[in-house]
């Protein structure tokens, strides 16, 4: 029973996108699952992930350009949002600066991370998690299509704990708040340095 955790956070990615953003970077887009929801409210995006392969497997979404490359070298152009879902550990953490140098004046650069380390809300993540798992598949058998979003991407095991993640996000992107979220996930967000 597959089930993404990042895409269970979807919604509350998209409600950190400020009104009136016209332009978004979706780094290690995957197939495209998020890029499609920025788009689908009006939002030009370019989606971006190293992998061929995975992107090879995007879904088409009108108002979404699909690119491969390493957010690392790449020209990242400048936009309204920034998002980056579960993919920040495959990359040094500092790349973090060098998403904030891309956003527009009033910008916000999302981060959907993968902690590295237990925590005590895993206690109720594990149960959660499997009754979520099971709905998924309940629904998938019940409906004859995929709810979820199967898993495509290499997986890196994330090296940063929640602590660290705090500690460098401070010291790289001050002003930013970070926060645990339930599913073995935090969010990090951030406006937009000075212009």
């Known amino acids: 029973m597959a089930f993404d955790h990042g895409s269970a956070y979807h919604r509350l990615v998209l409600r950190q996108v400020p009104a009136g953003a016209r332009t978004a970077l979706d780094v290690g887009c995957g197939t495209g699952a998020l890029a499609g929801k920025l788009a689908r409210r009006g939002l030009d995006v370019e989606a971006l992930d190293v992998s061929a392969d995975v992107l090879a497997r995007a879904r088409p979404h009108p108002g979404v350009r699909y690119r491969c490359a390493?957010?690392?070298?790449?020209?990242?152009?400048?936009?309204?949002?920034?998002t980056c879902l579960a993919s920040l550990h495959h990359v040094p953490f500092e790349t973090v600066s060098r998403l904030r140098d891309a956003l527009a004046p009033g910008g916000v650069l999302i981060v959907l991370g993968c902690p590295a380390g237990p925590a005590?809300?895993?206690?109720?993540?594990?149960?959660?998690?499997?009754?979520?798992?099971?709905?998924?598949?309940?629904?998938?058998?019940?409906?004859?299509?995929?709810?979820?979003?199967?898993?495509?991407?290499?997986?890196?095991?994330?090296?940063?704990?929640?602590?660290?993640?705090?500690?460098?996000?401070?010291?790289?992107?001050?002003?930013?708040?970070?926060?645990?979220?339930?599913?073995?996930?935090?969010?990090?967000?951030?406006?937009?340095?000075?212009?």
């Open 70 to 82: 390493d957010v690392t070298t790449a020209d990242l152009g400048r936009h309204d949002v920034i």
């Open 120 to 195: 005590p809300v895993d206690l109720v993540a594990v149960p959660v998690n499997a009754v979520v798992r099971v709905a998924v598949a309940l629904g998938e058998r019940i409906t004859g299509r995929e709810l979820h979003e199967p898993m495509t991407a290499p997986v890196t095991p994330p090296e940063m704990t929640l602590a660290q993640v705090r500690r460098r996000a401070a010291e790289l992107l001050p002003g930013s708040r970070v926060r645990r979220l339930l599913l073995w996930r935090y969010l990090l967000v951030a406006g937009a340095g000075r212009p």
